[in-house]
């Protein structure tokens, strides 16, 4: 499975920002699809999740309310719509696939967001 990311940038805080993820290859075979960030200096943390056939979700504690994950499973594409975003925001988030028999094996390359003060 091939991932690949985009929507990051630079905004001030309280903005929005909505960030894509579009899967290609072996899509059949995934079971969650997720977003991810890391901060600099700091480990890579869990955002959200979305499983693929069901549309179930999940969000750490941190961004529940604010931001919410989506997908297009015609488009292969998940969503992450982030709203009233705060500097502590600030990371590169990657998306990545988790298929049924596994963890989160696949990996985009990440999209930079920045939040300003």
């Known amino acids: 499975v091939q991932l690949q990311a985009s929507g990051g940038g630079l905004v001030q805080a309280g903005d929005s920002l909505k960030l894509s993820c579009a899967a290609s290859?072996?899509?059949?075979?995934?079971?969650?699809m997720g977003w991810f960030r890391q901060a600099p200096g700091k480990e890579r943390e869990f955002v959200a999740r979305?499983?693929?056939?069901?549309?179930?979700?999940y969000y750490a504690d941190s961004v529940k309310g604010r931001f919410t994950i989506s997908r297009d499973n015609g488009k292969n594409t998940v969503y992450l719509q982030m709203n009233s975003l705060k500097p502590e925001d600030t990371a590169v988030y990657y998306c990545?696939?988790?298929?049924?028999?596994?963890?989160?094996?696949?990996w985009g390359q990440g999209t930079l967001v920045t939040v300003s003060s």
């Open positions: 979305i499983t693929w056939a069901g549309g179930s979700t």
């Open positions: 990545a696939a988790h298929p049924t028999y596994g963890s989160w094996d696949y």
């Open positions: 290859g072996r899509t059949f075979s995934v079971y969650a």
